[in-house]
């Protein structure tokens, strides 16, 4: 991967991109891919595989398609493990988020969590939802 922007995208916005196709989330996915250095972290793609697993997403993907959507992330993202620890989220499960935006220089962080929501900009890092990022430049 060749991009000069880094971006993070929580696991909600992630789910919600996976069993949604046509969602808006599933669009910023897209858009992060296509113009972004998509940047995970061991931590941050365990909790997303655990969470696709849910059986509750029965409902709305079989769990071989939403397999199939955490190995795509796999495959597409850059993989970086966070070299700063910070406990500055009032949910401490947010914190992987901002430590690996922080530690790979990320320009934004994607993301429909209110918790996550009230550090924006943090650091200088926007933390946007999925309708944002869809409409910033």
Known sequence: MNFDKRIVIDTGTLV???LRVDSIPAQAFAKALHEFEV???TST???LDR???RK???AYRPLEERLAFV???REKSAWHEAKEVVFDC???NDNKF???ALSVGAEIIVSSDPDLHILNPYRNIAILKPAEFLNAE
């Open 16 to 18: 919600s991109a996976a």
């Open 39 to 41: 940047c995970v972290s």
């Open 45 to 47: 793609f365990a909790e």
């Open 51 to 53: 969470v696709m697993r």
């Open 56 to 58: 509750k997403f029965n």
């Open 71 to 73: 190995e795509l992330y």
């Open 90 to 92: 009032r949910d401490p």
């Open 98 to 100: 901002l430590e690996l």
